[in-house]
Nanobody
Framework: QVQLVESGGGLVQAGGSLRLSCAAS????????MGWFRQAPGKEREFVAG????????RYADSVKGRFAISRDNAKNTVYLQMNSLKPEDTAVYYC????????????????WGQGTQVTVSS
């Protein structure tokens, strides 16, 4: 059983930056592809970014391309999401997830989820 704990959320002004972290425990981190998802009030949860097991392959939602960067440190069992040029529409709860499959699979196929961290971007 893999446990995921997100941190780094908070309140930031539009145009600012935040770095989210997700610490994993209870499994072999390097055997999981990792991803970040978000859920805004009144909206469905959506994919934000994903990274392969060795960190070589990344993918992003169109809405965050060029502004967000996902990375991982397998030695520290941690995945990161660097968020720059934040917009009010980025306001959401951000979730970390792990999967034994590829990052482009449906949300329901992801194996493990964190509890989420709130990101609020003020205008």
């Amino acid at each position: 059983q893999v446990q995921l704990v997100e941190s780094g959320g908070g309140l930031v002004q539009a145009g600012g930056s935040l770095r989210l972290s997700c610490a994993a425990s209870g499994g072999t981190f390097s055997t999981y592809a990792m991803g970040w998802f978000r859920q805004a009030p009144g909206k469905e949860r959506e994919f934000v970014a994903g990274i392969s097991r060795n960190g070589v392959i990344t993918r992003y939602a169109d809405s965050v391309k060029g502004r967000f960067a996902i990375s991982r440190d397998n030695a520290k069992n941690t995945v990161y999401l660097q968020m720059n040029s934040l917009k009010p529409e980025d306001t959401a709860v951000y979730y970390c997830a792990a999967t034994t499959g590829p990052t482009n699979q449906p949300m329901g196929a992801w194996n493990y989820w964190g509890q989420g961290t709130q990101v609020t971007v003020s205008s």
